[in-house]
C-alpha cells in the first residue's frame, strides 16, 4: 500500500489517508462568528474530494483576539455551539472528520475589529504589517487567556469536532512569546526557552484538563521565522520537545513564517495585483497611489520574495520526528505525490498538509490516489493569501490572466 494513502492516527483519531487540509481562513461564518452552510458546502468538497482530515481556518477565543480578516469564525460563547454542532454533524454524515483550529490574534489584528482601543501581545512590539502598537499583557490577563482557550476546546468539543489544534504559530499570540523578536517579557513568560514557552505548556495542560485524556488536542508551530531574532530551527525542535513533555499533545503541524515576513509563510509568486485589488489598505489607494506599488514597489519586492521549494519545512519536520515520539503534521509547498509519499515513507513526517493546492482542486486526493493526476496545478500565485483580507476564501487562478 502506498504510504500516503495508508490509514494513519491521531491520538483516539482513525484517519483514512494521511493527505490533511491545513487551516486556512476562509471568511465564510456569519457577522457573529457561527459558521454557516456555505462553510459546509466548502469544507464537503475536501471530504467528497478524499482528504483524510479537515483542520478548520482559526477559531476566536476571546473578542479581543478576534482576527482583521474577513468574517472569522468564533467560538468565544456558548451561544455558538449549535451552529458548529450543525455543521460538524453534517460533515459526520458524509464520513469526514474535521478539528477546529482555535487562536487568539495578540497583535497581528486590528484594533477596529477588536473593539478594544489596544491590541494586546506578549510585549509592546509593533507588528510591521498591522503597525499598531500593542500593550503588554498582565498577569491576570494572560490567565484568562489560558482560560479562554480551554473553554473553546470544551466548546468544541461539545459541538463534536473529532479535534482541537492550538495554533501557535504565524504571529499570533501564542506564537508571540516563544519568538524573541517579539517576546521582551523580563518576567516568568519571557526571556530563556522555558519561560517564552510556559503560555504554551500551561496553555496545552489547561485544554487537557477541560476535554479529558482520550480528545485528540494538536498545535501548529513556527519551524522558523525570518525576523533576525525571530524562531530558528534548533529552537523549534527543542519547543517541539517540551510540547511532547507536557503529556497534553497528541500531533504538532510545522509551518513558518508570520504576516511581518511577507510572504515567508507562503512562498510562490509576489501577488501583487491581488494586494491593490484586495489588501488593506491598498485597494482604497487612488490610482497614483497603486501605479506607484505597482511600478515600484512591486518589482523590488518580487525580486527578494522567498523562493518557492517543495516541502519547504520538510528539513525541520525531519529533525522533529527524531526528537519526539509524536505524530508529526508538515505544510508548506507540498505539491507532488511522489514527494509527498517519499517524505512519509522515509520517515520525515507521518502527515502532510496544504491548504492552497485544495483550493483549486478539493478532490486532489483522488486524484493521486487514482493516478488521474500526481502534480497539484496550483502555481502559488498567493492571490488567495491576500485576498482574504475583504472576501471570502477561492482560487483566483484565472482572475488576472491577460493583464
Not at 454533524?89 to 489584528?109: D, F, M, P, S, V
Not at 504559530?169 to 526557552?193: I, P, V
Request: proline fraction near 4%; charged fraction near 25%; charge should be positive.
Amino acid at each position: 500500500m502506498e504510504a500516503l494513502f495508508s490509514p494513519g492516527r491521531i491520538g483516539s483519531l482513525e484517519l483514512k489517508n494521511r493527505m490533511i487540509r491545513s487551516a486556512s481562513h476562509e471568511g465564510l461564518a456569519d457577522r457573529s462568528g457561527a459558521p454557516t452552510e456555505r462553510q459546509f458546502q466548502f469544507y464537503k468538497r475536501f471530504i467528497e474530494g478524499g482528504i483524510g482530515l479537515i483542520i478548520t481556518g482559526y477559531a476566536g477565543i476571546m473578542q479581543n483576539g478576534k482576527s482583521a480578516l474577513y468574517h472569522m469564525t468564533m467560538i468565544d460563547s456558548d451561544d455558538l455551539i449549535p451552529a458548529h454542532r450543525t455543521m460538524v454533524n453534517n460533515i459526520h454524515n458524509i464520513e469526514g472528520k474535521i478539528a477546529l483550529q482555535i487562536a487568539h490574534c495578540g497583535r497581528q489584528t486590528l484594533s477596529s475589529e477588536t473593539g478594544e482601543a489596544t491590541l494586546v501581545s506578549s510585549s509592546s512590539v509593533p507588528n510591521r504589517f498591522y503597525k499598531e502598537v500593542p500593550r503588554e499583557l498582565s498577569e491576570p490577563e494572560i490567565a484568562e487567556i489560558i482560560e479562554n482557550f480551554a473553554a473553546a476546546a470544551r466548546r468544541a468539543q461539545t459541538a463534536g469536532y473529532d479535534g482541537v489544534q492550538l495554533h501557535a504559530a504565524h504571529g499570533y499570540l501564542l506564537s508571540t512569546f516563544l519568538s524573541r523578536h517579539s517576546n521582551k517579557r523580563t518576567d516568568r513568560w519571557g526571556g530563556h526557552l522555558e519561560n517564552r514557552f510556559r503560555i504554551v505548556g500551561e496553555t496545552l495542560r489547561a485544554v487537557r484538563d477541560a476535554v479529558g485524556r482520550d480528545y485528540p488536542v494538536f498545535i501548529k508551530l513556527n519551524s522558523f521565522e525570518r525576523a533576525r531574532d525571530g524562531i530558528r530551527p534548533d529552537e523549534c525542535v527543542r519547543f517541539t520537545r517540551m510540547v511532547g513533555d507536557t503529556g497534553c499533545c497528541d500531533a504538532i503541524e510545522l509551518s513558518a513564517g508570520s504576516n511581518e515576513d511577507s510572504f515567508y509563510m507562503a512562498r510562490g509568486k509576489f501577488p501583487a495585483e491581488g494586494i491593490l485589488k484586495y489588501l488593506r489598505p491598498y485597494c482604497k489607494m487612488g490610482r497614483v497611489g497603486k501605479f506607484f506599488i505597482r511600478h515600484a514597489v512591486s518589482p523590488v519586492l518580487s525580486k527578494i520574495q522567498p523562493p518557492f521549494r517543495e516541502g519547504y519545512n520538510l528539513e525541520t519536520a525531519a529533525r522533529v520526528k527524531k526528537a519526539v515520539s509524536l505524530p508529526v503534521i508538515t505544510v508548506g509547498g507540498m505539491r507532488s505525490k511522489a514527494f509527498m509519499e517519499a517524505a512519509i515513507r522515509e520517515g520525515k513526517t507521518d502527515f502532510v498538509s496544504m491548504a492552497r493546492p485544495l483550493l483549486l482542486e478539493p478532490d486532489l486526493a483522488n486524484k493521486f490516489k487514482t493516478g488521474e493526476s500526481s502534480v497539484a496545478r496550483c502555481d502559488n500565485c498567493n492571490i488567495c493569501f491576500v485576498a482574504t483580507d475583504t472576501v471570502p476564501i477561492r482560487c483566483h487562478k484565472d482572475e488576472f490572466r491577460g493583464r
